[in-house]
């Protein structure tokens, strides 16, 4: 019989995987900044059409902008942790689904541990 498993996939913190990952946050900062921008120009936009409230119009616009400026924030708390983490510290990437093969007499504690694949610079390091 196979049953699904989630397997933990984390990578290590190299020079190369530091430096990617900041240009990551950084171009995801960009994208929002520029939704950000845009979001101000349509509202001004709308605001001279007339076509709608402007108190509930601002007050959406308001909030998507909002939205953006949370996730910015998040993203330069990220980059400040990513500086902060040393070299070699493995950081958890996603979650994976595997199929898993038992059968009767298997150990089920053998089989029940959560196994993790370790990526070094893209490339499979290891699985426990």
């Known amino acids: 019989m196979q049953i699904i498993q ?14 990617k990952l900041f240009e990551k946050f950084q171009a995801q900062k960009l994208q929002l900044q520029k ?10 936009r709308l605001e001279k059409s007339k076509n709608f409230s402007p108190s509930a119009l601002k007050k959406h616009f308001e909030k998507e902008i909002q939205m953006r400026q949370e996730k910015e924030k998040l993203l330069d708390f ?9 070299i070699g510290s493995e950081l958890k990437e996603k979650e994976v689904q595997a199929l898993l093969e038992i059968k009767v007499g298997d ?21 426990r």
Do not use: A, M
Request: hydrophobic fraction near 40%; charged fraction near 35%; proline fraction near 4%.
């Open 35 to 44: 939704e950000r921008d845009q979001l101000l120009f349509e509202l001004k």
């Open 78 to 86: 990220q980059i400040e942790q990513l500086h902060i983490l040393p």
């Open 107 to 127: 150990i089920w504690d053998d089989k029940n541990g959560q196994p993790t694949i370790i990526i070094r610079d893209g490339i499979i390091d290891e699985i």
């Open 6 to 19: 989630s397997v933990v996939v984390k990578q290590v913190l190299t020079e190369k995987s530091k430096e």
